[in-house]
């Protein structure tokens, strides 16, 4: 360090430090290990960061050096947390590491003592957000040219490089998230008018297959009688899924109304079973008791179709889908509950926290994942819950819970 005292050098070097603009991460870091080689005058440093899905610590930021160049030229700038080293130890043990003598190091890569021909190095764990996510490397080619000084000088200023990263990664996500903000906003608003248009357009459509329809029952042409009530069908849930996404605009809007009466749920849930049953899936109610809740009778209707026809689509043939009707009592007073069970594969794992989010869908889902979301909000608006359970190979659960009806 050449007689310069560490708080003086520390001060000039932190000075740099905050100049950095908030670029991006890479940017960030080179700059910042561009300041450190010039206040020690090292040969090269390197902040190493841990790629977690590779478990390597790759070199996304290092001084604008030579011996930078060639340590990418050979590769040296990933480092696998199989191959040890110098690096990973300081990572894994959360420790500094200083030698004078690194090409004696045996526990040292053979490409750095050989290739890089590194003498003296200093490396200290970088920490971002409280958490050690890598490692701040200095590098010389002279022997014994570190000092404690140095030492203790890399160690105060890797902190401070935790913070440019940690900066220069919030700015990323920031502005990862606002396109993505945007690019949903112009998603769902060319969806709502686009559910505007299709819905004009089914009316005629619609009218004309009844038509079609009838005149096929009157010349008692039976396949012409199935292809009609067919196609009738498929506008029929054209017609409801468009329903959905329209409610998706009101709910955003604040203009979704509900109609709150006494609903008994046992006989909404029976009344769903009769429509939704197909020769392949029943779909059966148990229901113990009467169970009255305060709610909007189509909307309740609205969301357990939602749920209803979600579990359908995901039972094996023949399985029955079944909606169990009950009370649960809790500190704030009762709810009444439906669960919708089905023995279908589950939920995967990865998809669980997102299920109930608006346009997500699972890799194998061909829907446009609005009905579950949907069928959550409408929960929420009745000051209910919708929540579901869930293992590989063992089906799902979901269960709706309403305020129960009070006669006061």
Request: net charge negative; with cysteine; charged share 25%.
């Amino acid at each position: 360090m050449q007689g310069q005292p560490v708080q003086a050098l520390l001060l000039r070097t932190l000075e740099r430090l905050f100049e950095i603009p908030s670029a991006d991460l890479p940017t960030a870091l080179a700059l910042a290990c561009d300041a450190i080689a010039e206040a020690i005058h090292a040969d090269k440093v390197d902040a190493f960061l841990l790629e977690p899905t590779k478990h390597t610590l790759v070199a996304i930021g290092a001084s604008n050096q030579p011996l930078s160049s060639l340590q990418r030229k050979v590769g040296l700038d990933v480092l696998p947390l199989a191959n040890g080293g110098r690096a990973v130890q300081v990572f894994e043990t959360r420790r500094p590491f200083r030698s004078g003598r690194l090409r004696e190091d045996p526990d040292e890569l053979k490409g750095i003592r050989e290739t890089l021909k590194l003498e003296s190095v200093v490396g200290v764990p970088i920490e971002l957000g409280g958490e050690v996510r890598g490692v701040l490397m200095v590098c010389s080619l002279k022997r014994d040219f570190f000092t404690d000084d140095d030492e203790r000088f890399v160690a105060l200023i890797s902190r401070w490089v935790g913070t440019v990263a940690h900066r220069a990664e919030l700015v990323e996500e920031i502005g990862r998230n606002a396109v993505e903000q945007g690019r949903r906003a112009v998603a769902e608003e060319l969806v709502t008018v686009l559910a505007h248009d299709l819905r004009n357009f089914l009316s005629p459509i619609s009218a004309r297959l009844q038509l079609l329809w009838r005149r096929a029952q009157q010349d008692e042409r039976a396949a012409d009688v199935r292809d009609s009530q067919a196609a009738l069908h498929g506008v029929e849930r054209l017609s409801r899924l468009i329903s959905d996404i329209l409610d998706v605009a009101r709910l955003d809007q604040g203009v979704f109304r509900l109609d709150l009466q006494p609903v008994d749920l046992g006989s909404l849930c029976s009344e769903i079973a009769r429509t939704l049953s197909t020769p392949t899936h029943e779909v059966v109610v148990a229901a113990s008791e009467e169970v009255i809740v305060d709610a909007d009778p189509s909307r309740v209707s609205q969301c357990l179709e939602n749920l209803v026809s979600n579990a359908i689509r995901h039972s094996p043939r023949d399985a029955p889908v079944v909606m169990i009707v009950g009370t649960k009592s809790l500190d704030q007073g009762g709810v009444g509950s439906v669960e919708v069970v089905d023995e279908g594969p589950g939920v995967p794992v990865e998809l669980l926290p997102r299920i109930f989010d608006r346009f997500y869908a699972g890799k194998s889902s061909t829907g446009l994942g609005i009905g579950l979301y949907l069928a959550r909000r409408i929960a929420m608006a009745h000051g209910g819950a919708l929540s579901v359970e869930s293992s590989p190979g063992k089906g799902a659960r979901f269960r709706l819970q309403l305020p129960l009806h009070r006669d006061d």
